[in-house]
């Protein structure tokens, strides 16, 4: 994961690759499938991200690797909560588990 080390803030990070998850026509055709499952959630603009990947993914495969990166969520911090909370109406089955499994519901 390259552009991991490019970017020192999290924030940053995520700011960056949105764009680019944006302008894909459909996630299945994500090349790097299994750097999305790595793909940090120690801020809260992260977790968006990742639950904003699920409920475009069109394929089972891009929704595991979601719910894989969001398991490692710092649930210590107040946006990550908050924005984990919200994940718990995900149209997505494997999103929600996570999301019960990490707030403890």
Do not use: H, N, W
């Amino acid at each position: 994961m390259l552009y991991v080390s490019l970017f020192p803030d999290r924030s940053a990070q995520a700011k960056a690759v949105s764009p680019i998850l944006a302008d894909l026509r459909d996630l299945r055709d994500l090349r790097y499938l299994r750097d999305l499952r790595y793909l940090p959630t120690r801020a809260e603009s992260e977790v968006r991200l990742l639950l904003q990947c699920a409920e475009k993914g069109q394929d089972e495969q891009v929704v595991a690797a979601c719910a894989k990166a969001l398991r490692s969520a710092d649930t210590k911090q107040a946006g990550v909560k908050k924005a984990l909370s919200e994940g718990s109406k995900s149209s997505q089955s494997a999103i929600r588990e996570v999301v019960e499994q990490l707030l403890g519901k």
